[in-house]
């Protein structure tokens, strides 16, 4: 089977990406519309695909009957204790979203060396990685989250509906809103640098997600930003399953 006839699907809390195991880190289809994204496949004519899945929603279990109707083969990939050289630090490893599990796996290949990986999306998640062991990690609202948990439940806190695109000092409430809510963004990565930095001589970070905002606002030695990683994580598990075909 060729790697192109192979799909890696990512589908995460607000958006549904895909590549193939040809070139995983390029996206060939991005889209926030489930029903966009069963149109899109009813054209594709792959032999198989690798899905992850933060959903089990009619939407996913729809994905998956149709793929199984058109005789596509489906591997759907879950959060493991131990694969691929790196071990998990939960207890229930069922609790961990799959998205996480496959990040850390494909930094996992970029270096030797202890790592946070911080993906910035509808929350904001860090995991930290040393010789092969996840240590743990955080689950952080992302700003727009943050931005509804404050204005929905404190008095006299409002915003507007624009993302602040820099930190700045707020001179109005929906600004200090804004602003606070990036600031605090930024602040997952210098706590993560802070942890590191007290555990390790050398380490890196790596950034990754959708809010684009912040992730150009983080600068610093040893932080690097990589897309995908989601879809290249994924991507080692296809790997590992063609080769165990031969």
Same mark, same amino acid.
């Given at each position: 089977?060729?790697?192109?006839?192979?799909? #890696?699907?990512?589908? @995460?809390?607000?958006?549904?990406?895909?590549? %193939?195991? +040809?070139?995983?880190?390029?996206?060939?289809?991005?889209?926030?519309? &489930?029903?966009?994204? !069963?149109?899109?496949?009813?054209?594709?004519?792959?032999?198989? =695909?690798?899905?992850? %899945?933060?959903?089990?929603?009619?939407?996913?279990?729809?994905?998956?009957?149709?793929?199984?109707?058109?005789?596509?083969?489906? !591997?759907?990939?879950?959060?493991? %204790?131990?694969?691929?050289?790196?071990? &998990?630090?939960?207890?229930?490893?069922?609790?961990?979203?799959?998205?996480?599990?496959?990040?850390?796996?494909?930094?996992?290949?970029?270096?030797?060396?202890?790592?946070? =990986? $911080?993906?910035?999306?509808?929350?904001?998640?860090?995991?930290?990685?040393?010789?092969?062991? !996840?240590?743990?990690?955080?689950?952080?609202?992302?700003?727009? $989250?943050?931005?509804?948990?404050?204005?929905?439940?404190?008095?006299?806190?409002? +915003?507007?509906?624009?993302?602040?695109?820099? #930190?700045? #000092?707020?001179? %109005?409430?929906?600004?200090?809103?804004?602003?606070?809510?990036?600031?605090?963004?930024?602040?997952?990565?210098?706590?993560?640098?802070?942890?590191?930095?007290?555990?390790?001589?050398?380490?890196?970070?790596?950034?990754?997600?959708?809010?684009?905002?912040? #992730?150009?606002?983080?600068?610093?030695?040893?932080?690097?930003?990589?897309?995908?990683?989601? $879809?290249?994580?994924?991507?080692?598990?296809?790997?590992? @399953?063609? $080769?165990?075909?031969?």
């Amino acid at each position: 089977m060729k790697q192109s006839e192979i799909l #890696l699907i990512d589908a @995460g809390n607000s958006r549904i990406k895909v590549s %193939s195991l +040809a070139n995983p880190a390029t996206i060939i289809f991005n889209t926030a519309s &489930n029903s966009a994204f !069963h149109e899109w496949l009813q054209h594709q004519t792959c032999r198989a =695909v690798w899905l992850a %899945s933060v959903r089990r929603d009619a939407a996913f279990h729809d994905v998956i009957t149709h793929l199984n109707e058109k005789q596509i083969t489906v !591997h759907t990939i879950e959060t493991e %204790s131990n694969a691929l050289g790196l071990k &998990n630090a939960y207890e229930d490893v069922s609790t961990m979203g799959v998205d996480r599990w496959l990040a850390m796996l494909a930094v996992a290949e970029k270096t030797d060396l202890p790592f946070a =990986v $911080l993906m910035f999306g509808t929350a904001i998640t860090c995991d930290i990685v040393n010789e092969g062991k !996840h240590v743990g990690g955080w689950i952080i609202p992302g700003r727009q $989250l943050m931005q509804d948990a404050l204005t929905q439940n404190t008095a006299r806190v409002f +915003a507007d509906n624009r993302m602040v695109e820099q #930190l700045a #000092l707020g001179q %109005s409430t929906p600004e200090c809103v804004g602003y606070g809510c990036f600031a605090a963004a930024l602040g997952a990565v210098e706590m993560a640098k802070m942890v590191l930095r007290r555990k390790f001589q050398q380490y890196c970070i790596f950034l990754t997600g959708g809010d684009d905002k912040v #992730l150009t606002s983080v600068k610093g030695s040893g932080i690097l930003r990589a897309e995908n990683l989601v $879809l290249q994580g994924l991507a080692r598990y296809a790997q590992q @399953g063609e $080769l165990s075909k031969k």
